[in-house]
């Protein structure tokens, strides 16, 4: 079974446009002490080849694609950067084919970026963790200090700026999960994407590298019970969301409950390299394994993004992310979980992804919730 949206195209690049970043968050997969050419940001000739490819690729299939600014801190390309970037869209004639999206941490936004997001039409999504000490735990500056009060207050100036904004938020599994969905309700935010920590099964059992993801479980389950309670519709999370609409065999776009087709992703890498999702950035960050780097480049004189996408396809079927694991297979909360991310899955102990997900106890456990939740909901309001 896969509960996969089946998009059959690549409609989302993610685009590493800075390899830089003004905060050290203690989870960031990207801005480390193993960070390669720090500092470095993408070429006009870079941008140019990856819109002219990319408007090759949609214009043929007559279809639309989105274009999310990433980094690092993508606002540190700075304005009169970005704008060269943005006027360049309309320049290569990929302006039509696509939307643009932006992930910020948001410690520069101030009135002029509000003016620039707003006047180039880009969607924002704001980096916040769930609560003011899980935040300040792990989102910290260079010199160590939080910073939940700046990103609060960037928040709300685009509030009231009227700009809709959603938000990103890693689970720390330490927090407590009612506290959680209320500091995020307390933000107004209308939709919220809660992530669990990026991690694979590999990287659990070797006691470097492993994480701590005793406290998840808990921290899911309170936190949909905080959701749900008072049926308030106000605030989407998509992990819960996700959850209740693959009970009912719907189809979503959350990787996190292998809801997405992984197929439909690339990112592109500051110097143009064409990588699959991040998740997969840290197997080969801790040499765990390959499978990040697709040894394509949009600078290649042969370079396609039909032929990338092909390639894409061949790795997703190899790694099994179109499938559920075997051990799945006969899990009572599968249609929900979906086997989580497949990137979550990997073992190095036979290098294969057919096995439950790393965070397989706390996806069962939000599953057996959302069941519950789903058979009677009135306990819970
Ligand atoms: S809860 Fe565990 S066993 Fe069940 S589908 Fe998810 S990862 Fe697989």
């Given at each position: 079974m896969h509960a996969g949206h089946a998009t059959d195209y690549l409609h989302i690049l993610v685009v590493k446009v800075v390899r830089a970043c003004n905060l050290r968050c203690k989870y960031c997969y990207y801005i480390n002490d193993d960070t390669r050419d720090y500092g470095s940001s993408m070429t006009v000739e870079t941008v140019t080849a990856l819109y002219e490819r990319y408007r090759d690729y949609l214009s043929a299939l007559g279809r639309q694609g989105a274009i999310v600014w990433h980094g690092g801190e993508p606002l540190m390309l700075g304005r009169r950067r970005f704008g060269a970037f943005m006027e360049l869209q309309s320049e290569t004639g990929l302006a039509p084919f696509i939307h643009n999206k932006l992930q910020t941490n948001a410690l520069l936004i101030d009135d002029a970026w509000i003016d620039f997001l707003r006047r180039h039409d880009i969607g924002i999504g704001v980096s916040i963790d769930t609560d003011r000490s899980a935040h300040d735990a792990n989102r910290?500056?260079?010199?160590?200090?939080?910073t939940y009060d700046q990103t609060v207050e960037a928040l709300g100036r685009l509030r009231r700026a009227g700009v809709s904004t959603g938000v990103l938020s890693v689970a720390d599994g330490v927090s407590d999960g009612r506290l959680a969905i209320s500091s995020l309700r307390a933000l107004g935010v209308s939709s919220a994407d809660i992530l669990l920590p990026m991690t694979n099964n590999a990287r659990q059992r070797n006691p470097e590298t492993a994480i701590d993801l005793e406290g998840l479980p808990e921290f899911l389950v309170d936190a949909f019970r905080a959701w749900v309670k008072g049926d308030d519709p106000s605030m989407r999370v998509r992990l819960f969301s996700s959850m209740i609409l693959q009970a009912f065999g719907r189809r979503t776009t959350f990787l996190g409950t292998?809801?997405?087709?992984?197929?439909s992703l690339a990112v592109i890498e500051t110097d143009g390299t064409l990588c699959m999702d991040t998740e997969y950035s840290q197997l080969e960050r801790f040499g765990i394994a390959e499978g990040y780097n697709t040894g394509l480049n949009v600078n290649d004189t042969d370079f396609s993004f039909a032929r990338a996408e092909k390639l894409i396809k061949r790795f997703v079927a190899k790694v099994g992310g179109d499938r559920l694991p075997t051990d799945c297979q006969n899990c009572e909360v599968a249609r929900l979980c979906?086997?989580?991310?497949?990137?979550?899955?990997?073992?190095?102990?036979?290098?294969?992804?057919?096995?439950?997900?790393?965070h397989c106890k706390a996806l069962y456990r939000l599953g057996r919730e959302t069941l519950s939740y789903l058979n009677d909901p009135h306990p819970y309001l």
């Open positions: 910290v500056t260079p010199t160590g200090e939080g292998g809801g997405a087709d992984m197929s979906g086997g989580g991310h497949p990137g979550s899955r990997y073992d190095d102990a036979d290098h294969s992804h057919d096995h439950r997900s790393a």
